[in-house]
């Protein structure tokens, strides 16, 4: 018997993995893909939002600002992407200087410092690509930009380092109210736990409205996006917004971490929690859109595209609190934008509701750091020909778009929660996102997952499930011939 029961290990869920391994308890996070960060944190916009656009007042508010002031100390902790680039948000119009002066106001009720509202010639000193049509904006200089992979990643190891179990390829079909606690039935068999913590992302309304009377109800809202080339990494340095609308924040153009350029996301509300396929209408007006704000980014850069689902919440507010009529079951629901900001304080807080609920003491043997894959990149000359002497794997180059190293990959698949997948690999790693995206380096790779895991070719998937990347031969053996 467990006595927490986490379910889901996007960021929501290895956030309060990792906090609750601060105490004496056994912790599993269950989920029913094949890794973490395989869902909605794996398709998102990357951003560390200042928390001004938040309703003041609200839990989504105060927990985004807390989650903003606790990345910078946790990405030299956990050893993950972070930069704080600012960002702005912008006016078209005189008639909407009216909203953009009430959404500055939300600045100071929410305790996001620093933010000042630019005139004109401010702005374009500051952004020279941004539109001529930009007549102000808000200022944010706390906004930031994070490798969404890395977070999740990084979190959900140093969780499992000590000592969180995870289980993957595990669905949850039923919750039930036993005499010892909580009954989960699973495709794997049922697991009895203490405390259940409801972070299943998009799903996490079916679980709620299992055991509770007082129903809530998620709406899949897609994002569409688009990923710029490397070349074109310097159009803005700042996260571009445009003044929020009904369906949040609007088409953004940001940097990544890794010198890419990001556009979009669309706001489709639908019905298919697992859709997350691209459409050519609103791949179509990502590209628009986002010429609104920098009329010069090159879209013909677009080296790929994606799509994720939003939790949205009918009251779009975060959930997070031990059910009145389910005692001893916590919602960490609703988790949409900005939850990846927030992740860190929602693991607080879960943490912290869970420890009120079973007293435990706290684990001295806790250690809150982690290194994560080694990038030779970051190393002098010197160092990294001292490296190659030693672990020659890392002078063989795979990626040649990102410039990936065998020793990386291996890296990658042989630490904790090791990628068993092309996609593990690639979030722990970026081999195969880059212009190619892994057209030249996925057959090498699988060769050393191969390797590396004692596994058969026609075992590997691109991410879990029957994505299988190898179905047969084409060609039979000698001996089979024979």
Same mark, same amino acid.
């Given at each position: 018997?467990?006595?927490?029961v986490?379910?889901?290990?996007?960021?929501?869920?290895?956030?309060?993995a990792?906090?609750?391994?601060?105490?004496?308890?056994?912790?599993?996070?269950?989920?029913?893909?094949?890794?973490?960060?395989?869902?909605?944190?794996?398709?998102?916009?990357?951003?560390?939002?200042?928390?001004?656009?938040?309703?003041?007042?609200?839990?989504?508010?105060?927990?985004? =600002?807390?989650?903003?002031?606790? %990345?910078?100390?946790?990405?030299?902790?956990?050893?993950?992407?972070?930069?704080?680039?600012?960002?702005?948000?912008?006016?078209?119009?005189? /008639?909407?200087?009216?909203?953009?002066e009430?959404?500055?106001?939300?600045?100071?009720?929410?305790?996001?410092?620093?933010?000042?509202?630019?005139?004109?010639?401010?702005?374009?000193?500051? /952004?020279?690509? !941004?539109?001529? /049509?930009?007549?102000?904006?808000?200022?944010?200089?706390?906004?930031?930009?994070?490798?969404?992979?890395?977070?999740?990643?990084?979190?959900?190891?140093?969780?499992?380092?000590?000592?969180?179990?995870?289980?993957?390829?595990?669905?949850?079909?039923k919750?039930?109210?036993?005499?010892k606690?909580? %009954?989960?039935a699973?495709?794997?068999?049922?697991?009895?736990?203490?405390?259940? =913590?409801?972070?299943?992302?998009?799903?996490?309304?079916?679980?709620?409205?299992?055991?509770?009377?007082?129903?809530?109800?998620?709406?899949?809202?897609?994002?569409?996006?688009?990923?710029?080339?490397?070349?074109?990494?310097?159009?803005?340095?700042?996260t571009?917004?445009?003044?929020?609308?009904?369906?949040?924040?609007?088409?953004?153009?940001?940097?990544?971490?890794?010198?890419?350029t990001?556009?979009?996301?669309?706001?489709?509300?639908?019905?298919?929690?697992?859709?997350?396929?691209?459409?050519?209408?609103?791949?179509?007006? =990502?590209?628009?859109?986002?010429?609104?704000?920098?009329?010069?980014?090159?879209?013909?850069?677009?080296?790929?595209?994606?799509?994720g689902?939003?939790?949205?919440?009918?009251?779009?507010?975060?959930?997070?609190?031990?059910?009145?009529?389910?005692?001893?079951?916590?919602?960490?629901?609703? !988790?949409?934008?900005?939850?990846?900001?927030?992740?860190p304080?929602?693991?607080?807080?879960?943490?912290?509701?869970?420890?009120?609920?079973?007293?435990?003491?706290?684990?001295?043997?806790?250690?809150?750091?982690?290194?994560?894959?080694?990038?030779?990149k970051?190393?002098? /000359?010197?160092?990294?020909?001292?490296?190659?002497?030693?672990?020659?794997?890392?002078?063989?180059?795979?990626?040649?778009?990102?410039? !990936?190293?065998e020793g990386?990959?291996?890296?990658?698949?042989?630490?904790?929660?090791?990628?068993?997948?092309l996609?593990?690999?690639?979030?722990?790693?970026?081999?195969?996102?880059?212009?190619?995206?892994?057209?030249?380096?996925?057959?090498?790779?699988?060769?050393? !997952?191969?390797?590396?895991?004692?596994?058969?070719?026609?075992e590997?998937?691109?991410?879990?499930?029957k994505?299988? %990347?190898?179905?047969?031969?084409?060609?039979?053996? =000698?001996?089979?011939?024979?």
């Amino acid at each position: 018997m467990y006595d927490v029961v986490i379910i889901g290990a996007g960021v929501t869920g290895s956030a309060s993995a990792r906090e609750l391994a601060r105490y004496k308890l056994n912790v599993c996070v269950i989920d029913k893909e094949e890794d973490v960060c395989a869902g909605t944190s794996k398709a998102n916009s990357a951003i560390v939002h200042s928390g001004i656009d938040c309703t003041p007042g609200t839990l989504m508010a105060e927990l985004n =600002v807390k989650g903003n002031e606790m %990345m910078e100390p946790l990405s030299k902790e956990l050893d993950f992407s972070f930069k704080r680039n600012g960002s702005l948000i912008l006016c078209f119009a005189e /008639e909407e200087l009216p909203n953009l002066e009430a959404l500055f106001a939300h600045a100071e009720k929410n305790g996001v410092p620093g933010c000042r509202i630019l005139n004109k010639e401010e702005l374009h000193e500051m /952004e020279p690509n !941004i539109s001529d /049509e930009a007549i102000a904006a808000i200022y944010c200089p706390t906004g930031g930009i994070v490798c969404p992979f890395g977070l999740n990643i990084a979190m959900a190891e140093n969780a499992a380092t000590n000592g969180v179990e995870f289980r993957f390829n595990t669905e949850v079909r039923k919750i039930t109210k036993s005499e010892k606690g909580w %009954m989960i039935a699973t495709n794997n068999g049922d697991i009895l736990t203490k405390v259940v =913590v409801n972070a299943a992302g998009v799903n996490a309304d079916i679980f709620h409205n299992m055991v509770s009377a007082n129903k809530i109800h998620i709406t899949p809202r897609r994002g569409e996006y688009c990923l710029l080339d490397k070349t074109t990494g310097d159009l803005v340095s700042n996260t571009i917004f445009q003044l929020p609308g009904k369906y949040g924040k609007g088409i953004l153009v940001t940097p990544t971490v890794h010198g890419n350029t990001l556009i979009g996301p669309t706001a489709v509300d639908h019905d298919d929690r697992d859709a997350t396929n691209t459409t050519a209408e609103g791949l179509a007006h =990502v590209c628009e859109a986002a010429k609104k704000s920098v009329p010069s980014v090159p879209v013909r850069q677009v080296i790929t595209s994606f799509s994720g689902n939003r939790a949205h919440e009918d009251h779009h507010e975060f959930i997070i609190k031990e059910l009145e009529d389910a005692p001893f079951f916590v919602d960490a629901a609703g !988790i949409e934008s900005p939850g990846l900001t927030s992740s860190p304080a929602i693991g607080v807080k879960v943490a912290g509701i869970v420890a009120d609920l079973l007293k435990p003491e706290k684990n001295p043997d806790f250690n809150g750091t982690r290194k994560g894959v080694l990038d030779p990149k970051s190393l002098s /000359e010197e160092e990294y020909a001292k490296l190659i002497k030693e672990q020659p794997a890392y002078g063989n180059i795979i990626c040649r778009c990102e410039m !990936i190293t065998e020793g990386e990959i291996m890296d990658a698949i042989n630490r904790p929660l090791g990628a068993k997948s092309l996609d593990g690999v690639k979030r722990r790693t970026r081999a195969g996102m880059g212009r190619c995206q892994a057209g030249f380096c996925s057959p090498r790779t699988m060769e050393i !997952i191969s390797r590396e895991l004692g596994i058969s070719q026609l075992e590997i998937t691109k991410n879990g499930g029957k994505s299988n %990347m190898v179905v047969g031969y084409s060609k039979k053996s =000698v001996e089979e011939e024979a």
